[in-house]
């Protein structure tokens, strides 16, 4: 495909990393494989979760629910989790040992206290934009490269959503992470194929 190409890097942030609040198996370990691809990219997006205190998602905001319970919301079920990423907290920030500073832009999502957010592109509602496709089209970038947090989640919605919007999307499996909630790794990896995402 025609166009310029970024790397778009998902959530790598402390929450999300061992010892955080909503912590993925392995997501230290692919600091060095994202901090590779940011250096070898000219083009470099970063999204970050970014929740006020009680936001709607967190388990501890429904009575009687635990994390990974799931809940039916106005836009549908959402799955609950562990408070995280709150806005301006140690949690939210990137991680230490990535080098983001060479970023272009920060999407920052989840922001809406009544609705949660995965895709780098759009809510959870799959209908108010983030304005990253926007940006993308002027920018003239044709082309996305996904890494980091989480693989089935974030990583996931964000590239079904830059196929959806006209992208290509390939999703670098070493420099990302799965949460795997009840075989979910296995089914956005499906998703994402029937999608036409590809994988390296």
């Given at each position: 495909?025609?166009?310029?190409?970024?790397?778009?890097?998902?959530?790598?942030?402390?929450?999300?990393c061992e010892g955080g609040a909503?912590?993925?198996?392995?997501?230290?370990?692919?600091?060095?494989?994202?901090?590779?691809?940011?250096?070898?990219?000219?083009?470099?997006?970063?999204?970050?979760?970014?929740?006020?205190?009680g936001h709607s998602s967190f388990?501890?905001?429904?009575?009687?629910?635990?994390?990974?319970?799931?809940?039916?919301?106005?836009?549908?079920?959402?799955?609950?989790?562990?408070?995280?990423?709150l806005q301006g907290s140690q949690?939210?920030?990137?991680?230490?040992?990535?080098?983001?500073?060479?970023?272009?832009?920060?999407?920052?999502?989840?922001?809406?206290?009544?609705?949660?957010?995965?895709?780098?592109?759009?809510?959870?509602?799959?209908?108010?934009?983030?304005?990253?496709?926007?940006?993308?089209?002027?920018?003239?970038?044709?082309?996305?490269?996904?890494?980091?947090?989480?693989?089935?989640?974030?990583?996931?919605?964000?590239?079904?959503?830059?196929?959806?919007?006209?992208?290509?999307?390939?999703?670098?499996?070493?420099?990302?992470?799965?949460?795997?909630?009840?075989?979910?790794?296995?089914?956005?990896?499906?998703?994402?194929?029937?999608?036409?995402?590809?994988?390296?």
């Open positions: 495909m025609n166009g310029k190409t970024a790397l778009l890097v998902i959530d790598m942030q402390n929450d999300f909503l912590a993925v198996d392995g997501a230290t370990s692919i600091l060095s494989v994202v901090n590779s691809l940011i250096a070898g990219h000219d083009h470099v997006i970063l999204t970050q979760d970014w929740h006020p205190a388990a501890s905001e429904h009575q009687g629910k635990s994390p990974f319970e799931t809940v039916a919301m106005p836009y549908g079920e959402q799955t609950l989790w562990p408070d995280h990423c949690g939210a920030e990137f991680h230490p040992s990535l080098k983001w500073t060479k970023a272009e832009m920060i999407v920052r999502k989840g922001f809406r206290p009544e609705i949660d957010s995965y895709s780098a592109f759009r809510e959870n509602d799959r209908q108010t934009p983030t304005g990253l496709a926007g940006y993308l089209r002027e920018r003239q970038i044709a082309n996305l490269v996904l890494c980091g947090l989480a693989f089935d989640y974030c990583v996931a919605w964000s590239a079904l959503d830059a196929r959806r919007f006209g992208f290509s999307a390939r999703v670098v499996e070493q420099a990302t992470a799965a949460i795997d909630l009840d075989g979910s790794k296995g089914r956005m990896r499906q998703a994402m194929e029937e999608a036409g995402v590809t994988f390296a």
